[in-house]
Each structure stands twice: as C-alpha cells, then as structure tokens.
C-alpha cells in the first residue's frame, strides 16, 4: 500500500499534518479508529504531489468498494446522513488548510475558496441533509383502470461505485458536490480529484479517508492520459468534469463497458449584451464572472456578443470595474489569481497574442504564469480565440447589429455549457432563451446558476450530457426502478390474455383498452 512505502524516518514530519483540534476529534462518531487515523496519517506529506495511485492498486480500491457496497454498507439513511455530516465537519475543520491548498495551486483568494467552493460543497449536504429521507422514500404512480386494485411505485436504488473525476479549475466543488450526491443516492465512490492542483488533491487524499467510510470512500491520483484505463475497470457510473476532448475518451472507454457517464463540459459560453441593458451593473457582474480564478471557471462567460450601439461605454465601463476590483496593478492585488500551470498559460499566451486587439491589460509574467485581466476589441470570428477552447483571464468582445445576429452567431456554434444575455427588455431575454439550446441560461447575471442547489446544472450536446446539484445529483447517481406490487386476486379478468387466444376474449381486451383511453389512462387489462 501507498502508505506502507512512506519512510519511518518521515513518521514525525507527518504527526505534524493534523492540527490539535484533529488529535481531539479521533473519538468523534464521524471519525475512523486510531488505527485507520495513522494509516491516513502515513499517507502523504504536506506540500508534497501524491504518489500515483498505480492500476494495481485502483483494482484493489474498486474491490474493497464492491465488497462493501455488496455487504449494504450504505443503504440505511443513518449511514448516509453520517457520512453527509462528516463532510461538512472537514470543510469547517479544515477551511484553513482548503484556503492554503487552493492557495498553492491557483493563488486564489481566500474570500472564493471559501464562497465558491467550501460554502457551495456545505449547502449541498446540508440541503441533502434535510432532504434525504423525503429523496428515498418511493415514488407512488397515479393509478388508472388498469393498475386501480395495483400499487405502482417508483424507487430509486443506488448504482453501486460510482468513479467521481474533478476538474482543476474548482478542484473542491467539482469532487466533493457530486461526492454529496453519490452519498445521499447509497453509493459507494471512489475520487479523481485533478493531479494539475497537486496541494488540493494531496488534502483531498489525506483527509477523506480521516472523516468518510474507509471502504466505501477512496481518493486515488491518476494523470489524465491514465484515466480511460480506470474507467475501463468498470464502473457503474462515471461523473466527469474537465474540457471536450477528455470527456470524448472519457466516454468512449465508458462506452466500451456499457458504463453510463455524466459529462460536464468546459467551452465557449456567449454572453449578449443588448442596446437596453445598464451598464453600470452589467458591467461588474460580467467582469466578476470572467475575471475571479483568474478566468478558469466552466461557466464563465467565454466571450461577448455586444450591441454596435453599446460597445465602447461597455468597453469602458469593463476597463473601470477591473481598476475598482483589482487596482492599477492587478499582479499585486490579493484578490486575484494565477494560471494553474504552464502549459495552460502559455496557450492562453499565444492566443491572446495573435487575436484582436488588447484595449486593456495583456501584460504577461512566465514566472509566476501571470496574465493580466484582458479585454480584446476588434476580434474575429476566425481569430485563434475564437476557434479553440481556453481558460485564462481574457474576454474577447465582439459587436453585433441586434439580437437576430447574436441569436444567429450562437446557434453556429457547438451548443454552450452556458449562454447569458443582459438586457432590460423582456421580449429580448426570452428570445435568447426560447432560441438558443445550452445547458444553463442566465439573465441579466452570470455562473449564479450554476451554483444554485435547486437548479440542475449541465450541458448538451458538445457541452456534455447529464446534470447534477441537490435533488438532480441524488437521481443522478439513483436508478429509478419501477416497481408493480399485484396480488394473486381478479385472475377471472387476467385469464383472457392467456391462450389459446380467442375473438371473444381480445373483443373484451379491446373494449377495456377503449374505456381506458377515455380515462386518459391508456392501457389494457392485463
């Protein structure tokens, strides 16, 4: 095992991962016994990647899963409440340690890790929390002639281990939200968490094992190039996020196993900002949106599609809200980020580089995978920007003559995660609506829904297939199994489907067949 390979040598170093309140919390309900505590413990070292978890040792983690899936681990609600309760205490436990590990990864500001992933992944189970019971009781159907002396129900029964894979640019939310949803269903779940938010991933794989179920619940590190080979150990559903072109071999190595997938995936989500709209609050909540994490989100809008009549007081309108949200010098400003890596930066580098042109910021540091908030005016369709995926801090601006353009522009392309309009005339927001497929739509903001736990969130199409958040998350991971509860009573009405069949008797199935239409129950007695 992974942590059988760690030195003794490294023993103390380690003691110094878990903080005092953790050395009190050891008898706590939700918490494993001593020994599975030093076996977490001896996991990993702070600041340090995880070791990848290797094929073998993912075969290993699936069967332990199934054994205790098997076994009805986590069938009874008090199991799932418990384990529900356990995320939420090692988000409040450890919200310092997430701040840091984010931190590391993503330079993100302490005030987004808290609002966009520690408090999102909280309402999440505490919404599922109040909620499970009433999510597992059965579904009762509404009878008709047929099924009148019946019982018709739908329940929904967990899948068994389902594979979580995260995406880095919301590397808590995008594991732990679906994770809630995979506990409230009854299922066992092993996690991927991205190897690209190494620190993050590295608390991810030490601490769920401290606070979860150690045989229902395993954290394992694979590269992206390795995950089709994990996904292909057969699962009984995979939940993916990330960009296109893994989710295509995502699913097709799901396909080969007959494995059913959720796929979240990143593009280019438009946003129209029409002639009627105030600036002077679209401004700022576009800018947010495609500026916080340094504009690697999934539902950040990816470019503007703005009214010929409207482009420079937005242009300028944008150009004082980044002065306001990040001073004269953003590189310095503590409320924004850094690029996850080097690979990312210098693509988004490169496009910026060759499409449009830069009205503000551009400024680019290798070092330290800078790029500066950047808007780009005069922009293309057939611009680099344009034609490939990206996420970094650059919003390209593109003018259209009224909504019909916009709506024309939209629907040429790959149906969007997301699609935003900002306008203050109804009719205009409900045709952006109305004609216009993609996963999500937003009006007069942008990413809040997304984030909302009443809301199913997810794509269509190119933007991937599938949705998740509070009750849709619980039917993600359920299957709804329908069940009819018929006593051996009236066999003097069901013996006439049985041969040898007879005019008289199917004069008799259709008559019945005819009532039933009328009652707008459409069946036969059967």
Known sequence: MRGERCCSEDFQHKLQLFSAADLQNMSSPPSPSPARWFR????TRLGEPCLKTYPLECVDVLKRARVAFRAGRTLKEGFRLAQLEAVVQML???????????????HKPRFETVVSELILVKNEALHAINN?????QPQHVERNLSTSLDECLVVSEPLGVVLIVGTWCSPVQMCLVPLVGAI????CAIISPSECTAHTAELLHRLIPFYLDNECFHVIIAGSNDLPEVVELKFDHVFFTGNGEEGSRIAQAAARTLTPVTLILGGKNP???????????????????????????????GYILCHTDVKARLVQALKCCLLQFYGSDPRESRSYGRMVNLELFNRTRDMLWRSGKVTVGGQVIEAEKYIAPTILTEVAEQDPIMQQDFFGPVLPVLT??????????????????????????????SR???????GSFCANDSIVQSLMVALPFGGVGASGMGSYHGRHSFDTFSHRKSCLLRSTRFECVTYLRYPPYEDRNLSLMTWASTLSQKSQGWCQIL
């Open 400 to 429: 259209v003559n009224d909504v019909d353009e916009a709506i024309d522009f939209i629907n040429k392309q790959e149906k969007p995660l997301c699609v935003y309009a900002y306008s203050s005339n109804s009719k205009v927001i």
């Open 40 to 43: 977490a413990l001896r996991r």
């Open 132 to 136: 499970l019971r009433k999510w597992m």
């Open 432 to 438: 952006l609506m109305t004609e216009t497929s993609s």
């Open 92 to 106: 409040e436990e450890h919200e310092c340690d997430f701040v840091d590990a984010l931190g590391r990864d993503l």
């Open 271 to 301: 946003c129209y900002v029409d002639k009627q709209c105030d600036i002077s609050t679209t401004a700022p909540r576009i800018a947010w949106a495609r500026f916080h994490n340094a504009g690697q989100s999934l539902a950040a809008p």
């Open 184 to 187: 409230a269903a009854g299922n």
